[in-house]
């Protein structure tokens, strides 16, 4: 019997953006705003006019955007610094899979100028904002109801005031009466 060993070619990772941005229609001045580069610094990504970036945030972003592992691409190397594991996070990948929304529909929800943070919230190297109308822009774009927004803003509040050293336990009515104040001021506001 005739053995048939199967020699894999890895594609270039100027090759495999090239088919990204061609398959999903996406122009590459948009591909840029999301990675946070030039435009003409794409066009010679995929033209191999430079080398393909081995800057890890940029390939991380790249990635992201992809919907792929970085480490599909040869150039990246593993970054030394901690990539945040936000149940947030985790939460808003979730949303867009139930709404079987690509990161591409997903980041094109979003103006153009706050394309880029989602990607680096996607990618773990920001956390989810603590500001309510950042997060109700993220919740519209998934189209969450507004109790469900409120709800996260109260978990990443109770997140964020716990990483900054506060006792929430030991300080329940303060941190409640911060929220009733919230929720009424929320409510007043629509």
Known sequence: MK????T?????SSE????????NNLHKKD???????????????????IPF???????ERIATVMEIEPEEFEEYKIPQEPLLIDEFVEYLKEG????????VNFL????????????????GSLPMPIDYKELSMIGQVLELNSDSIYEMWEKRMHQFLETGGM???ANTGLVNTMFDCAKKYIKSNK
């Open 108 to 123: 094109k929800a979003f103006p153009r100028k706050k394309r880029l943070e989602i990607v680096d919230i996607l990618r």
């Open 16 to 23: 495999k953006l090239a088919k990204f941005l061609d398959k």
């Open 31 to 49: 591909f840029a705003e999301m990675i946070g580069v030039t435009l003409s610094y794409v066009y010679n990504l995929i033209d191999e006019t």
């Open 3 to 6: 053995s048939k060993n199967k």
């Open 8 to 12: 894999i070619v890895k594609e270039k």
């Open 53 to 59: 970036s081995t800057r890890s945030t940029t390939l």
């Open 167 to 169: 006792n929430v336990s």
């Open 96 to 103: 867009m899979k139930d709404k079987s929304m690509s990161v």
